[in-house]
């Protein structure tokens, strides 16, 4: 079992930058044998796969609607996952996911693959 907890969500204008974190812990949780990806969700609309980071396979991605100002990263001592998020939009606000799975081939835009998931952290973005 893995329980992931997210945090670091908030309020900013437009042009601004947050940086929620997600903490895993679990006894079978080996940080380097898990793909993580962050997700979000908005009022009314589709989820949407934000970033993938398999850090023990070198695998990362984005979705094109944040490459170039979100980027994922971990601190494996830490067992904790990041997203830097620069150059927010009002579009960004939702809440944000994150999901974690030791299987290598998990995709970002097929969030059912996911086994572990937070309870997530709300960003909004003011215009």
């Known amino acids: 079992q893995v329980e992931l907890v997210e945090s670091g969500g908030g309020s900013v204008q437009a042009g601004g930058s947050l940086r929620p974190s997600c903490a895993a812990a679990?006894?079978?949780?080996?940080?380097?044998?898990?793909?993580m990806g962050w997700f979000r969700q908005a009022q009314g609309s589709e989820g949407e796969g934000v970033a993938l980071?398999?850090?023990?396979?070198?695998?990362?991605g984005y979705a094109d609607s944040v490459k170039g100002r979100f980027t994922v990263s971990q601190d494996n001592a830490k067992n904790t996952l990041y997203l830097q998020m620069n150059s927010l939009k009002p579009e960004d606000t939702a809440m944000y996911y994150c999901?974690?799975?030791?299987?290598?081939?998990?995709?970002?835009?097929?969030?059912?693959?996911?086994?572990?998931w937070g309870h997530g952290t709300q960003v909004t973005v003011s215009s």
């Open positions: 679990g006894y079978t949780y080996t940080s380097s044998r898990y793909c």
């Open positions: 999901a974690a799975d030791p299987n290598l081939w998990v995709s970002r835009t097929r969030p059912s693959e996911f086994r572990y």
């Open positions: 980071l398999c850090p023990g396979y070198g695998r990362t």
